[in-house]
């Protein structure tokens, strides 16, 4: 198991994004004064009253799912050692979860704190991204025809099961030379 990460790599991308909003806030001010920075200020308001509604029972659900199965199981069935029946795994419940990335985020957040692998991860988002059964039956099948989203889910289901391989491969991230 890798180190625990430092505290400044720990909060390295909120202080990102932080210095993003502040150079922001300071583009918006210089090229719009007050009143075009109280706009965008309330935009963001009105947005984050939006968001916080679908996402804190998307991190309610991560962190149930951290605290009910344990880190033991969920790295049998999806870390490292998993193989392709982990890879296969991530891919069906990438498949089976509705919604947005506020949904999908913070359950990929919770099984990487319970021990999955980069590979089974990025096979999940992959999963999630081409083949979202909810997607595919709201907007596929009733838009394009029942023959061709089909055939594009089937041309695409391979894909995730390779994205996971060629992750584990690639010489990056955590514990890597």
């Known amino acids: 198991m890798p180190p625990p ?8 991308n909120l202080l990102f994004i932080l210095a993003l909003c502040l150079s922001a806030a300071l583009a918006c001010w210089l090229l719009r004064g007050t009143a075009g920075l109280a706009r965008g200020l309330a935009r963001a308001g009105d947005l984050a009253l939006l968001v916080l509604p679908v996402l804190m029972p998307a991190l309610v659900l991560a962190g149930l799912v951290q605290a009910g199965v344990a880190r033991e199981r969920i790295t049998r069935w999806l870390g490292a050692d998993s193989g392709l029946r982990g890879l296969g795994l991530a891919t069906l419940a990438g498949i089976a979860t509705p919604g947005g990335p ?14 999955a692998d980069r590979g089974a991860l990025i096979a999940f988002i992959t ?35 390779l994205a996971g391989l060629v992750a584990r491969r690639l010489p990056l991230g955590p514990g890597t030379a």
Do not use: C, K, Q, Y
């Open 102 to 115: 506020m949904a999908a985020f913070p359950l990929v957040l919770a099984l990487a704190a319970g021990g």
């Open 127 to 161: 999963a999630w991204a081409l083949n979202g059964l909810s997607r595919i039956l709201v907007w596929e099948v009733p838009v394009l025809g029942p023959e061709f989203a089909a055939l594009r889910f089937l041309a695409s289901l391979p894909l995730p099961l």
């Open 5 to 12: 990460a430092s505290p400044w790599r720990r909060h390295a």
